[in-house]
T-cell receptor, first 115, second 115 residues
Framework: EPEVTQTPSHQVTQMGQEVILRCVPI?????FYWYRQILGQKVEFLVS????????KSEIFDDQFSVERPDGSNFTLKIRSTKLEDSAMYFC?????????????FGPGTRLTVL | GENVEQHPSTLSVQEGDSAVIKCTYS??????FPWYKQELGKRPQLIID?????GEKKDQRIAVTLNKTAKHFSLHITETQPEDSAVYFC??????????????FGTGTRLTIIP
């Protein structure tokens, strides 16, 4: 069964450094998402992406964040200047269609630790 | 936007007994309600979902009920087993102008099955 994959599984970085988290969505999917989960807390929506542009973003997704689909398979989340509070698990998700009929499939996550 | 509340935050149940987790939502336009199970350190995985045109859906030991008037939905797990121990999240979508869903998650319920 196809799965969403993410790399790296764990990223440790110094405060102020840039990080890029990578995701490979399921190949025929058209809608892509990033969520984050601070340890012990709920999953929070960051951004959704469709047709090569952001379709919605949350208050968390400020100017330090950006997303890109640089080629036909990867979907990346960049944090320009990391802060301590960016430490969290970041999940990528994809769905084959928008609307209410389609499950969002989650990747295994990247644990980001900012020191 | 959507606001989803989930109760209880923790739940311990004897193996073989039933577990019930409840969620309320705020946006009356929401019409799709997934439940995700997250085992420790793993990705959220969809276990069951319900659409607003039905009041109940069952899949083996798992069932979900929906009361659109009261804006709440519940997860029922019967004949619980040790492998049911996990964190369970309810979610409700907000449909963006692009037609895709932004999922708003509840705060999660840590379910522990006592052998």
């Amino acid at each position: 069964e196809p799965e969403v994959t993410q790399t790296p599984s764990h990223q440790v970085t110094q405060m102020g450094q840039e990080v890029i988290l990578r995701c490979v969505p399921i190949s025929n999917h058209l809608y892509f998402y990033w969520y984050r989960q601070i340890l012990g807390q709920k999953v929070e929506f960051l951004v959704s992406f469709y047709n090569n542009e952001i379709s919605e973003k949350s208050e968390i997704f400020d100017d330090q964040f950006s997303v890109e689909r640089p080629d036909g398979s990867n979907f990346t989340l960049k944090i320009r200047s990391t802060k301590l509070e960016d430490s969290a698990m970041y999940f990528c998700a994809s769905s084959d269609s928008g609307g209410i009929r389609n499950e969002q499939f989650f990747g295994p996550g990247t644990r980001l630790t900012v020191l | 936007g959507e606001n989803v509340e989930q109760h209880p935050s923790t739940l311990s149940v004897q193996e073989g007994d039933s577990a019930v987790i409840k969620c309320t939502y705020s946006d009356s336009a929401s019409n799709y309600f997934p439940w995700y199970k997250q085992e420790l350190g793993k990705r959220p995985q969809l276990i069951i979902d319900i659409r607003s045109n039905v009041g109940e859906k069952k899949d083996q030991r798992i069932a979900v009920t929906l009361n659109k008037t009261a804006k709440h939905f519940s997860l029922h797990i019967t004949e619980t087993q040790p492998e049911d121990s996990a964190v369970y999240f309810c979610a409700a979508p907000l449909i963006s102008n692009f037609g895709n869903e932004k999922l708003t998650f509840g705060t999660g319920t840590r379910l522990t099955i006592i052998p």
